[in-house]
């Protein structure tokens, strides 16, 4: 696979192990000692997650249905998948996510419980495998579209049936610009938020092979996202 720039991709790793860890456990997480925008944020992405659990439960049931989550960040998917049956491998370039992800599936699923997701820690460009289906969420958005192609093929090539990607879209780039401070203040801002227009993704599946099959859009105040299941073409 082709790497992704040691530039974004050390930047992305050092902040999702320290600061930026601190920042998303709680958004994703269920305490109330978050902010207006944080909360609002928090809504939009549960929305999101909802919205794929929806997609997928469509197509049939997910019950022994393999399901790789690349950068799984802290299980906010893949403890709902476990949930539903399906056999999930999670990953995430950074460490603390992980093990917070691991800790979260024991307390939600239950430390007995006989499918908890095999959680890896692992940059998506080093995957491999085959899954019924490959999922990555809200992760595109620190890299530039460049990269992202190279990480949409090689996501592509591990999946069988379906590929599930969420990004923020590119048209609402001056409305996002306004409120980037908002999204990523104090030492937050280390990383940079990069906008992909849909026709680029869809432009990246078809090279890949692959052809959009649904579409959705989430958006609340501060949380926007476009979400994709493709299909081999
Ligand atoms: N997908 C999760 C969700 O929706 O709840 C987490 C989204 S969070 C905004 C982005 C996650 O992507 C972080 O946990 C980060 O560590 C991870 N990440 C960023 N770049 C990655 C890469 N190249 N490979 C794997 N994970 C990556």
Not at 57 to 85: F, Y
Not at 129 to 153: E, F, R
Request: aromatic share 8%; proline share 3%; with cysteine.
């Amino acid at each position: 696979a082709e790497e992704v720039g040691g530039g974004d991709k050390e930047v992305v790793r050092e902040y999702f192990n320290n600061s930026g860890f601190q920042r998303w456990r709680k958004i994703y997480g269920e305490t109330d000692d978050v902010n207006r925008v944080q909360l609002d944020i928090r809504l939009g992405h549960s929305k999101t997650v909802e919205n794929v659990m929806v997609m997928l439960k469509e197509e049939g049931s997910l019950n022994g249905v393999t399901v790789c989550d690349a950068g799984c960040g802290t299980g906010s998917l893949s403890i709902p998948l476990a949930r539903e049956g399906a056999i999930v491998s999670a990953s995430d370039i950074s460490a603390a996510m992980v093990a917070e992800a691991q800790q979260q599936a024991m307390e939600q699923l239950g430390e007995g419980s006989e499918n908890i997701p095999k959680f890896e820690v692992k940059d998506l460009e080093s995957l491999d495998g085959k899954y019924d289906t490959v999922v990555c969420l809200d992760v595109l958005i620190h890299y530039p579209q460049s990269k992202a192609d190279g990480m949409i093929a090689h996501l592509a090539s591990l999946a069988e049936n379906r590929l599930i990607l969420s990004f923020a879209p590119k048209t609402f780039y001056y409305n996002l610009l306004k409120r980037i401070g908002e999204l990523f203040p104090g030492p937050s801002k280390a990383t940079r938020a990069y906008l992909h227009a849909e026709a680029d993704v869809e432009r990246a599946l078809k090279k890949a092979g692959w052809k959009i099959r649904k579409k959705g859009f989430i958006t609340t105040q501060f949380y926007f996202a476009k979400l994709v299941e493709a299909v081999p073409a």
